[in-house]
């Protein structure tokens, strides 16, 4: 193996580049590092379950829930943050192939796709960019010209799909007309993040090529939901910040560069996002993403789990506060601390270290105030019935025998070739559907500047190719994984029906968005 170009190594060129990205040399050599001794598993010590890491709310509480967060909408700002940047191009694969082999490979496929075609949201859009190309789609249609309509459908010369994000895409049709992902996350802005002021605020975070194309839909689109819904929007857009990508490299972990010898820069995956997390001028932050999203029709039931969740969130961060405040005075006694460290184990999943009924009473004062000053989030979870994605699992401390926390694990993060840990992963009887809400202020009110509390071990070495050549790009701590490891944490049951995403688009045609 080629050695690893040092700091001495990098020449001036070297230098501008890294500095244009917000970067520093030394920062260059801890990615290099990160690449050359590879990214620890994670040890899992078993999955969460219903009353084991895991909360079910019964209906006798939920009404105390719903209230908790009906008071808060007077009193704090909410918001929904959404990571809005990912590309379309996947959810096309299928059709890809059809265009680039001239049709479809299985006729049934074929026979399904004219069939269905005139069932999606965007088909009188490419109706009408045809049309202004000199194409009769229904003519197409009837001749099943598949490969054909498909060049309209992905490609710049009709709807472009193929380069668009899915925020762009329209996803439901309606009798008054269609709507965007886009839109349908600006409707629900309107239902559980509007506050006593009749604010809806929202904050997409989309790519820089697409940032302008997304202002241009807003401007059309915020004024219409405006007027309709009764609600003033305050929209924020922003973009990855260059300073958190991270360098490419060859397979033998040299920086990879382009024909000019210009170092290759690649987007840090969606941890990168805890830097625009951090900047939002809000206390109660709801999370999704772009392409959960559902009609008018099942609404409701998203709203219902949304308010449960920010409800819950609200006690407990009540409780905590309260804690905090005294902590800080000094004026618990010892039974008082050990009420704390009991409602720390039973509410907030937080394991004491062996010792701690040992620990004095001032000891035991600061353990408890590092663990319960934190971020908070409650995440949603659901049943697990075969879809894709992490879970919640309890997760062994490597840096305290016998201690342990609740995090969102992806499959990436287990070590494949142990079968013990491959079984605690198989055994999971919940995943993760994205359905997270934030509380990212303290007791006295401050903002917490999120980054003090990445794990930065759990970073991701994913296999990639450039332009024909295979590289390896390192990816920040997860935005919902790693990023936010040391935040207290709360899993909560919430039904699949909340649960409706789109990887392909043949979602768009499940009964869920239709």
Not at 9 to 19: E, L, Y
Not at 267 to 283: K, V
Request: charged fraction near 25%; hydrophobic fraction near 40%.
């Amino acid at each position: 193996m080629r050695k690893i170009e040092g700091a001495d190594g990098w020449s001036a060129k070297d230098g501008k580049q890294i500095a244009a990205h917000g970067l520093t040399v030394a920062e260059i050599e801890r990615q290099l590092t990160v690449f050359r001794r590879g990214v620890p598993p994670v040890h899992l010590n078993r999955p969460c379950r219903a009353g084991d890491g895991i909360v079910v709310l019964s209906e006798a509480e939920r009404p105390l829930h719903l209230q908790s967060c009906d008071e808060a909408y007077r009193t704090q700002r909410f918001m929904k943050f959404v990571p809005a940047s990912g590309a379309a191009s996947r959810m096309f694969r299928d059709w890809y192939r059809c265009l680039d082999n001239g049709g479809f490979a299985d006729q049934t496929e074929a026979d399904i796709f004219i069939r269905d075609l005139k069932r999606f949201a965007f088909f009188n859009d490419l109706e009408t960019a045809m049309a202004a190309q000199g194409q009769d789609l229904k003519a197409l249609l009837e001749t099943k010209q598949s490969a054909t309509i498909m060049k309209y459908i992905l490609t710049g010369e009709g709807l472009n799909f193929g380069c668009l994000p899915k925020a762009l895409l329209k996803f439901h049709a309606y009798p008054e007309g269609t709507r965007t992902a886009i839109e349908e996350h600006l409707v629900e802005a309107a239902l559980y993040a509007r506050t006593a002021d009749n604010i809806s605020r929202i904050h997409f975070t989309v790519s820089r090529e697409h940032a302008a194309a997304v202002r241009r839909l807003l401007s059309r689109a915020v004024p219409a939901y405006e007027s309709r819904l009764e609600t003033t929007f305050e929209v924020g857009l922003s973009t990855q910040d260059p300073e958190t990508d991270t360098l490419a490299v060859d397979p033998d972990h040299q920086p990879l560069r382009t024909e000019g010898g210009e170092l290759i820069f690649r987007p840090g995956g969606h941890g990168a996002l805890l830097a625009n997390l951090n900047t939002l001028d809000a206390d109660i932050i709801f999370l999704k993403n772009i392409d959960n999203i559902v009609p008018d029709r099942l609404k409701p039931e998203t709203l219902l789990w949304k308010r449960l969740l920010a409800g819950y969130l609200v006690r407990i961060q009540q409780e905590i506060f309260g804690f905090l405040r005294g902590i800080e005075q000094e004026s618990g006694t010892e039974a008082e601390l050990e009420r704390i460290a009991d409602f720390c184990e039973r509410s907030l999943n937080t394991v004491l270290p062996n010792r701690f009924h040992e620990l004095t009473v001032s000891e035991k004062r600061s353990f408890l105030f590092r663990k319960l000053n934190r971020p908070l989030r409650v995440c949603g979870m659901v049943k697990n019935e075969g879809e894709p994605g992490g879970g919640p699992f309890w997760v062994d401390d490597p840096d305290d025998p016998g201690g342990a926390s609740v995090q969102i694990i992806e499959e990436s993060q287990v070590n494949r070739n142990d079968s013990k840990q491959c079984a605690v992963w198989s055994s999971a009887t919940h995943f993760n559907p994205v359905d997270l809400v934030c509380g990212v202020r303290d007791f006295r009110g401050r903002k917490f500047d999120l980054p003090a509390f990445v794990d930065p071990t759990t970073a991701a070495i994913a296999q990639k190719s450039e332009k024909g050549r295979e590289l390896l790009a390192l990816e920040r701590p997860g935005l919902w994984n790693g990023s936010m490891a040391f935040w207290t944490t709360v899993f909560i049951e919430v039904p699949l029906a909340t649960f409706n995403p789109v990887k392909t688009v043949a979602d768009l045609l499940r009964p869920q968005h239709l």
